[in-house]
């Protein structure tokens, strides 16, 4: 383990029942990197990223930040997460800039701070203009993107994403993804997860490749290519699948 | 404290975006109770106001003027029976709540009407029944005037006779005549009671049994858009945001409580201004004893609201299970339907409902009576309350892993 270990999942497992969603991961992540995960439906993604961000406990194991536990210390941790729901979580008969506005409320900013980070985090997302829009009457894409500016608000040292690009069209894809390298260069640490693989090759710096809640394989795209012999992480995945 | 004023203020925010609803939340109890005041009200006579109820008579002396004087109550229609036991049975029927009072006939009671002397009648109350042993006492009270009128009749004679001279003997005699016959018209007098009862029995008016009743039903409707909030927040996901966020859950809540008193409050204070000014309202109690009991019952509402929301998945589930559980409440409660004309088990039922509670604690404030004090529905309230906020924190729990 480097000294760069910024998060250190240890023996991390979760079950429903008798259904076994993660089984003991064990892995860790470094500042400033960009790390997806990266699996088909159903494969334990979003539950990993939940006891992440603290929303849902796991089983058994622990996940440190920082040193701190995730079980048992969440309220440390709290304000240094940034957390983007796999799902839109927003007020939709508010204007974007209402919802900005109370988020930025909810992690104690006020004033002209409250409003500097509010037009920061509209332009990361390019929403400027229709800010004083209600969010009911934006697009998906729209939608997407607000849904991830809510979690730039408190300048969050880590961000989790769960599908941050999902049903989003070209345009809205590049400004998200200009915005996740633009946190990067910041020194964010960013975890999340996504089903485009072009995407994943493009931002991450390292992968997981995660099937029935087990991790099959971290590294960057070179090492997986090395690793697996194939050109493509997509040609990997589906070796997977068909196994 | 940054982050609960901005979550107050969006509460606040979302909840008068929905002014419509608000505006409606707020007249429709006033419309209500002129509906029912002006339409059921001609159909209801008035002992309605106060239903029958049973007393324990315990006649220590059990001579022809107590018999009668127990006859007297037995035709007082407010008395469902009126039953002749043993002071230790009386106490056992009191403990049990079968009866609202004990009236204690002292032995010698005549005999100490008959001298002069102070033989008192007890009256021994039913706490949990505050409004009937009000009624019991007022009774006995105002039958114990009549009596003591009469023994300063006597007295008077006495002493007119006296000094107008008359002989020991004749004086005596006299005396005896009159006093037997001031008890016996006393005592056999059909209206001595039947006075009692008209004009001493609380006097709630049929606008004010229609409030006190209907007023509860729509302080818990007032609930209602707040805790729709929280399940809104549910379905649209930002309660896993909210989590993840520094702010603590009883927090949220706290928000949602109070947006919800401040909602009944201004309700409340609109139906005392409505009320008191179309159907002159008695509201001139103790200002302490409204607000006791307002806060008991904004308690228990509260509670209640997050509870449904606790259990409530979507905003529609919300709907159908809040108003269905306003609905039951009201029926159990006697907010509907008089509790006295409902089969034992659903009086019982009554005792976990807030309704119940409620009504009773503003008929006590309209009877306009001072010596009743709503202390018991207060606690009553709380512990409903209480008892709703334990469920919901165990289900909201549950609910998070
Ligand atoms: N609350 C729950 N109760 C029972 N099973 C659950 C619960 N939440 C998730 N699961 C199950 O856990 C497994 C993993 O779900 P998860 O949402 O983590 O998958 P995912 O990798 O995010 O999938 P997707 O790509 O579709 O978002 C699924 O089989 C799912 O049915
Ligand atoms: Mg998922």
Request: with cysteine; aromatic share 8%.
């Amino acid at each position: 383990m480097g000294m760069q270990d910024l998060i250190e999942v240890k023996g991390l497992s979760k079950k429903y029942g008798k259904l076994t969603v993660l089984d003991r991961l064990s892995f860790t992540i470094q500042k400033a990197e960009i790390f997806g995960l990266l699996g088909p439906n159903g494969a334990g993604k979003s539950t990993f990223i939940s006891i992440l961000a603290t929303l849902c406990r796991p089983t058994d194991g622990d996940i440190l930040i920082n040193g701190l536990s995730v079980t048992k210390q969440s309220d440390k941790i709290k304000k240094n997460l940034g957390f983007v729901p796999q799902e839109i979580a927003l007020y939709p008969m508010l204007s974007g800039i209402d919802n900005l506005n109370f988020w930025a409320g909810i992690y104690g900013l006020s004033g002209g701070i409250k409003k500097e980070r509010i037009q920061q985090a509209l332009s990361v997302v390019r929403l400027e203009d229709r800010a004083k829009d209600r969010v009911d009457n934006y697009s998906g894409g729209m939608k997407r993107r607000l849904n991830i500016a809510v979690a730039l608000l408190h300048h969050p040292d880590i961000l989790i994403m769960d599908e941050p690009t999902v049903g989003v069209d070209i345009q809205s894809r590049k400004y998200i993804m200009d915005a996740i390298k633009a946190l990067k260069k910041e020194g964010k640490t960013i975890i999340f997860t996504s089903h485009y693989i072009d995407e994943m090759e493009n931002l991450c710096d390292r992968i997981a490749l995660i099937d029935k809640g087990s991790i099959k394989s971290i590294g960057t795209v070179g090492e997986l290519q090395r690793i697996y012999g194939r050109e493509k992480i997509e040609e990997i995945l589906l070796d997977f699948l068909r196994d | 404290m940054v982050a609960f004023i901005a979550l107050l203020k969006n509460d606040a925010k979302l909840v008068l975006r929905d002014w419509k609803a608000i505006v409606l939340l707020l007249a429709m109890p006033f419309l209500f109770i002129c509906l029912f005041t002006y339409a059921l009200a001609p159909l209801l006579n008035k002992s309605s106001f106060m239903d029958p109820f049973n007393i324990a008579l315990v006649d220590n002396e059990g001579t022809v003027q107590t018999r009668m004087l127990a006859n007297q109550l037995d035709r007082l229609e407010i008395f469902k029976e009126v039953m002749r036991v043993d002071e230790s049975e009386a106490r056992q029927l009191l403990h049990e709540n079968k009866i609202a009072a004990i009236i204690i006939i002292p032995a010698e009671f005549s005999n100490s009407v008959y001298w002069g002397r102070n033989k008192p009648v007890t009256v021994i109350g039913n706490k949990s029944m505050p409004l009937q042993s009000f009624v019991v006492k007022n009774v006995a009270q105002s039958a114990a005037n009549l009596v003591s009128a009469g023994q300063s009749a006597i007295n008077t004679i006495y002493h007119y006779n006296q000094k107008a001279g008359m002989s020991g003997e004749e004086l005596q005699k006299e005396f005896s005549e009159s006093t037997m016959k001031v008890l016996m018209e006393t005592l056999s007098r059909n209206e001595m009671f039947s006075k009692v009862d008209d004009a001493d029995n609380i006097s709630v008016t049929p606008a004010e049994y229609f409030t006190a009743s209907l007023m509860v039903i729509f302080l818990m409707f007032a609930g209602m858009p707040t805790m729709k909030m929280l399940v809104t927040e549910k379905s649209l996901h930002l309660t896993d945001r909210l989590r993840v966020s520094p702010i603590a859950a009883w927090q949220v809540i706290a928000s949602k409580f109070m947006i919800s008193i401040i909602l009944s409050v201004v309700q409340f204070g609109l139906i005392i201004a409505l009320t008191s000014t179309v159907f002159k309202n008695y509201w001139g109690g103790p200002v302490m004893r409204v607000l006791f009991l307002l806060c008991g019952i904004i308690f228990a509402v509260s509670s209640w609201s997050i509870f449904v929301s606790s259990i409530a998945k979507t905003s529609a589930s919300a709907d159908i299970i809040g108003n269905l559980g306003i609905l039951i409440m009201a029926v159990v409660g006697g907010s509907i339907y008089p509790l006295s004309s409902m089969p034992e088990f659903v009086r019982d039922l009554s005792n976990f409902t807030i309704n119940r509670w409620a009504s009773e604690g503003f008929m006590i404030i309209f009877s306009g009576n001072d010596g009743l004090s709503v202390v018991n529905n207060f606690y009553a309230l709380i512990v409903i309350g209480l008892a709703f906020l334990i469920i919901s924190t165990a289900i909201l729990k549950l609910r998070r892993y």
